[in-house]
């Protein structure tokens, strides 16, 4: 038992690996399409609007919005293992390897952006958020769904690498994540619980696991499956005490009457 908590380094090469897909499946977070498309509706996005999905992973959602309202949207993720999964499903949208702490686009170019299950484990959170609001236009707005715990009663050995797998080493409290978003120029406008949305996906990985366990996979070599089943039954034990859950937070960015808007672009143009 180990009480370090992961380093970033560490947690990117995980993600940034082959389990992810086989571990998380398309959506890469809990609830899947279904929370995508709730949180989609709660932005009240509209055709012909421009979205940012940021850490777009497989490209589900980027490619939900495109078709499902219409929306000029770019995906951004700094995997290109996850990006060449996208770009071969997600032909609606524009995909882009950046950093999300340095976002490659104007300020102002964006009507909303959606994070999903992804500020969790961005290493410097602050500058991500202080991204997000340079690259979102006067009066728009950011939805993020992710983990949430409880640090002081969080388990020490669910800061380990397989609980980024869950998102949950990086999480913080709904207090935390407002307190984030407030430092960085947002006002929360919003904030829904979703129970049992965390603890389905540990239980889908769990499955997973015991059937990948019995495979002969070399990207498996260094997947221990007891130790990681542990560390998923700790992450359970978490959700049913009430240390862990998953939220949606959206939040907006004030209008600012001394800024000029930005001229109305499509996320291919504001890459130019």
């Known amino acids: 038992?180990?009480?370090?908590?992961?380093?970033?380094?560490?947690?990117?090469?995980?993600?940034?690996?082959?389990?992810?897909?086989?571990?998380?499946?398309?959506?890469?977070?809990p609830g899947g399409e279904g929370l995508s498309r709730s949180l989609a509706e709660r932005l009240e996005i509209q055709a012909g609007m421009r979205v940012m999905d940021l850490a777009c992973g497989s490209g589900a959602t980027a490619r939900l919005i495109a078709r499902g309202w219409e929306a000029g949207v770019l995906g951004i993720d700094s995997s290109p293992r996850a990006l060449r999964q996208a770009r071969r499903l997600a032909n609606d949208a524009m995909l882009v390897r950046a950093d999300a702490h340095a976002l490659p686009v104007p300020a102002g170019s964006f009507d909303r952006v959606i994070c999903e299950c992804a500020?969790?484990?961005?290493?410097?959170?602050?500058?991500?958020?202080?991204?997000?609001?340079?690259?979102?236009?006067?009066?728009?707005?950011?939805?993020?769904?992710?983990?949430?715990?409880?640090?002081?009663?969080?388990?020490?050995?669910?800061?380990?690498?397989?609980?980024?797998?869950?998102?949950?080493?990086?999480?913080?409290?709904?207090?935390?994540?407002?307190?984030?978003?407030?430092?960085?120029?947002?006002?929360?406008?919003?904030?829904?619980?979703?129970?049992?949305?965390?603890?389905?996906?540990i239980d889908e990985i769990d499955a997973r696991i015991a059937v990948l366990a019995s495979m002969d996979l070399p990207m498996l070599a260094d997947l221990d499956?007891?130790?990681?089943?542990?560390?998923?039954?700790?992450?359970?034990?978490?959700?049913?005490?009430?240390?862990?859950?998953?939220?949606?937070?959206?939040?907006?960015?004030?209008?600012d009457s001394q800024r000029a808007h930005t001229e109305k672009e499509s996320p291919a143009a504001v890459l130019r």
């Open 1 to 29: 038992m180990s009480d370090r908590p992961v380093s970033a380094d560490a947690c990117c090469a995980a993600w940034d690996g082959e389990l992810i897909p086989l571990l998380l499946g398309e959506s890469y977070h």
């Open 119 to 201: 500020l969790s484990v961005f290493p410097d959170k602050p500058r991500v958020l202080a991204e997000v609001h340079r690259v979102l236009r006067p009066g728009g707005s950011v939805g993020i769904s992710d983990v949430i715990v409880d640090p002081p009663r969080l388990h020490p050995d669910l800061r380990s690498v397989v609980s980024w797998f869950a998102c949950i080493a990086g999480a913080t409290s709904v207090t935390g994540y407002e307190r984030l978003l407030h430092g960085a120029g947002f006002e929360v406008t919003s904030v829904e619980h979703v129970p049992g949305a965390l603890a389905r996906m």
């Open 225 to 255: 499956p007891v130790r990681t089943r542990e560390m998923l039954a700790l992450g359970r034990q978490a959700v049913a005490e009430g240390t862990a859950g998953y939220a949606v937070i959206v939040a907006s960015r004030a209008v």
